[in-house]
């Protein structure tokens, strides 16, 4: 059996073999129930009948150390059989203790083609799109939940998801979502926040990443807060996940809404969701050991006692942040480009070089999820981590990007373990600091004008009342007169055509930054034909962050009455946050996007760079000083 690979246990056995395991040796499980979607056209929902035979149990024995959880979770092994489990990615305990957070992601944007397979696989995953929507539930008679209307739900159970049993008392709480995702689709004028077939919903850019948390026990949260529970880097009190299953809904996002958002229910009658028609008046669920789940999660430190020095990095209380600015990054000493077209292995130079920029431009503190163990077990980041000690933190994190496609492919890329790892930073350390910067190291801000350090200019943004500020992010061109002198290669495998191409090499005694300076536009310009962003945000504002946007904010999740409580105007449509900004790109600051140039795209460089060929010039010559007014669009040389 390889390494890292499930076992396949024997219900039958599966407990016999647990029982004869102390707490602090439980293994991860996976508890696969079958799923009958048939069922799910019948009105009333039928109750769900199995017992625990009938589940097929997957263990993961590799997950044996709270140190190197992010390193030793299965992502990359999920249960696909049972897709009403969440996949995954990360689970922590809140520095308070009082919450287990889950970040998670939404397996049916994988595979999203139109080709027959992909068709398939979209219905098969159609659970996953449940567990982004609350069910409301009471408790009944021996210990068991029913489905139920908001009204008759009890207080812990009307926004709910999933039933959380702590290890080894027995004791369940209900699940708490981050954000109400239907809400949230009706403040974006959504039409529906899914779709059955799948149509642009599955690129819904909300609806990546399931968040929600699982509230401890009262008398549990101390030795949680403290990390007691921890010994020897092994956990003793776990969590299991037990998913409510119902079907999606497909109706509009305001057809269901909880009663802090029911102003904004639909008025037709038609759209609204009738729990009691659709579910019956006392639809149990099925006992917690007759449910698919996850079972043994292991309950680990706050993030500040795993990955850090715990006096420099927790503060005393909420108000005494520890960190004015720090930046989270997920990278690779070498990847893959999409299409899986050529492979870039200079990762160990560009962070180390984006690393110092970054400190001279005032970050006190950078979190690298270091993702080389997706593509390689041979090399990390960890040789230019371990040069800046106290400034950098690498968060080991190996899961692959489930879809390395082309863009415009019929099943376009998704890159779920960068979204998945940037929420994992922002919810770990975004307790610890004012300001997030969130950049790839191909990217370098620098500050314009009269500032020279970023906290100067987020000063400024405080006095202004902003949360989030964006730059604009276009990518430049390597300088002609910078790199190594090309050495054309004749071969159109290596090339992807038939004119010849070239490996382009930045010398040792030039930087990234000095050498792919060739900007595209002048001043302000990106403004007006930008394809991507990055931002400056504040985390204890954004609720959700996407790559290059703040998709949710807590101003999204206010109710009328909420938002003129916060001093602000109502609007249902909230597509631009007021509380955010574009920055002055002469004024205050700049973005250089150094993305690297793979070896394909030089292909016909030395046509296309002399207007000759088809094809682009992906190698800069800056104009020089003056002429950029005068109409000339070559040098003598013809460049």
């Given at each position: 059996m390889k390494k890292g690979q499930p076992i396949m246990d024997d219900p039958a056995t599966s407990e016999i073999a647990g029982s004869a395991k102390n707490n602090d040796a439980r293994i991860l499980q996976a508890f696969l129930e079958p799923i009958d979607q048939n069922s799910w056209e019948v009105q009333p929902l039928p109750e769900r009948k199995y017992q625990k035979n009938d589940l097929k149990v997957v263990s993961y024995p590799q997950l044996s150390s709270c140190s190197r959880l992010t390193e030793q979770w299965p992502v990359d092994n999920f249960p696909e059989e049972d897709p009403f489990l969440p996949w995954i990615h990360d689970v922590?305990?809140?520095?308070?203790?009082?919450?287990?957070?889950?970040?998670?992601?939404?397996?049916?944007?994988?595979?999203?083609?139109?080709?027959?397979?992909?068709?398939?696989?979209?219905?098969?995953?159609?659970?996953?799109?449940?567990?982004?929507?609350?069910?409301?539930?009471?408790?009944?008679?021996?210990?068991?939940?029913?489905?139920?209307?908001?009204?008759?739900?009890?207080?812990?159970?009307?926004e709910t998801r999933f039933i959380c049993r702590f290890k080894p008392t027995g004791e369940e709480t209900l699940?708490?979502?981050?954000?109400?995702?239907?809400?949230?689709?009706?403040?974006?004028?959504?039409?529906?926040?899914?779709?059955?077939?799948?149509?642009?919903?599955?690129?819904s850019l909300h609806t990546s990443q399931l968040l929600f948390q699982?509230?401890?026990?009262?008398?549990?949260?101390?030795?949680?807060?403290?990390?007691?529970?921890?010994?020897?880097?092994?956990?003793?009190?776990?969590?299991?996940?037990?998913?409510?299953?119902?079907?999606?809904?497909?109706?509009?996002?305001?057809?269901?809404?909880?009663?802090?958002?029911?102003?904004?229910?639909?008025?037709?009658?038609?759209?609204?969701?009738?729990?009691?028609y659709e579910w019956g008046e006392n639809h149990a669920l099925p006992t917690i050991e007759n449910s698919g789940r996850w079972e043994n999660i292991p309950i680990c430190k706050p993030s500040w006692m795993t990955y850090g020095e715990e006096e420099s990095i927790r503060p005393e209380k909420k108000e005494d942040l520890s960190h004015r600015l720090i930046s989270c990054v997920w990278a690779s000493a070498g990847y893959a480009t999409r299409g899986e077209r050529f492979g870039i292995y200079d990762g160990?130079?560009?962070?180390?070089?984006?690393?110092?920029?970054?400190?001279?431009?005032?970050?006190?503190?950078?979190?690298?999820?270091?993702?080389?163990?997706?593509?390689?077990?041979?090399?990390?980041?960890?040789?230019?981590?371990?040069?800046?000690?106290?400034?950098?933190?690498?968060?080991?994190?190996?899961?692959?990007?489930?879809?390395?496609?082309?863009?415009?492919?019929?099943?376009?890329?998704?890159r779920s373990s960068q979204y998945a790892a940037e929420s994992s930073c922002r919810l770990r350390f975004g307790p610890h600091t004012d300001w997030i910067g969130q950049f790839d190291i191909d990217e370098y801000f620098s500050p314009m004008g009269e500032y020279d350090t970023v906290p100067q200019l987020l000063d400024t943004l405080e006095k202004e009342g902003k949360k989030i500020v964006s730059f604009g992010s276009w990518r430049a061109w390597p300088r002609k007169s910078l790199i190594e002198t090309p050495i054309p290669i004749s071969s159109r495998p290596i090339?992807?055509?038939?004119?010849?191409?070239?490996?382009?090499?930045?010398?040792?005694?030039?930087?990234?930054?000095?050498?792919?300076n060739c900007d595209r536009q002048k001043g302000q310009q990106k403004e007006k034909k930008m394809p991507a962003e990055k931002q400056f945000y504040r985390p204890d504002y954004v609720k959700l962050h996407f790559v290059?946007?703040?998709?949710?904010?807590?101003?999204?999740?206010?109710?009328?009455?909420?938002t003129i409580d916060f001093g602000q105007q109502w609007?249902?449509?909230?597509?631009?946050?007021?509380?955010?900004?574009?920055?002055?790109?002469?004024?205050?600051?700049?973005?250089?996007?150094?993305?690297?140039?793979?070896?394909?795209?030089?292909?016909?460089w030395l046509s296309a760079c002399k207007g000759k060929g088809r094809g682009m010039c992906r190698i800069g010559n800056p104009y020089e000083e003056g002429d950029e007014e005068s109409g000339k669009t070559a040098d003598e040389d013809g460049w």
């Open positions: 922590f305990p809140t520095e308070d203790g009082k919450f287990i957070q889950f970040v998670a992601q939404n397996k049916r944007r994988c595979d999203t083609g139109k080709n027959e397979k992909d068709r398939k696989i979209i219905m098969e995953r159609q659970p996953q799109l449940s567990l982004f929507q609350h069910v409301p539930v009471k408790r009944v008679k021996d210990g068991r939940y029913s489905l139920s209307s908001h009204e008759e739900a009890d207080p812990d159970g009307v699940s708490r979502f981050n954000l109400n995702y239907d809400y949230v689709a009706y403040r974006k004028s959504h039409k529906q926040l899914f779709t059955k077939e799948g149509r642009w919903d599955i690129k699982c509230p401890v026990p009262d008398h549990l949260q101390k030795q949680v807060s403290d990390g007691s529970s921890v010994i020897n880097d092994f956990a003793t009190l776990f969590v299991d996940i037990v998913p409510i299953r119902t079907p999606p809904r497909y109706g509009a996002p305001n057809s269901f809404l909880p009663p802090r958002y029911s102003e904004f229910n639909s008025n037709n009658e038609t759209e609204l969701f009738d729990a009691k160990h130079r560009r962070l180390r070089e984006w690393l110092h920029h970054a400190f001279l431009t005032g970050f006190d503190h950078v979190y690298v999820y270091d993702n080389s163990g997706a593509n390689s077990n041979s090399t990390s980041l960890k040789i230019v981590t371990d040069d800046f000690p106290g400034k950098v933190t690498r968060i080991v994190w190996p899961s692959k990007v489930c879809n390395n496609n082309k863009n415009f492919a019929d099943s376009p890329g998704e090339c992807d055509s038939n004119e010849p191409c070239f490996r382009l090499k930045v010398p040792e005694n030039h930087t990234i930054l000095q050498t792919y290059h946007y703040s998709t949710v904010t807590t101003l999204t999740l206010l109710n009328k009455q909420e609007r249902r449509n909230i597509h631009a946050d007021p509380l955010s900004r574009f920055g002055n790109e002469l004024t205050e600051g700049t973005m250089l996007h150094t993305k690297a140039i793979a070896t394909q795209d030089t292909s016909g």
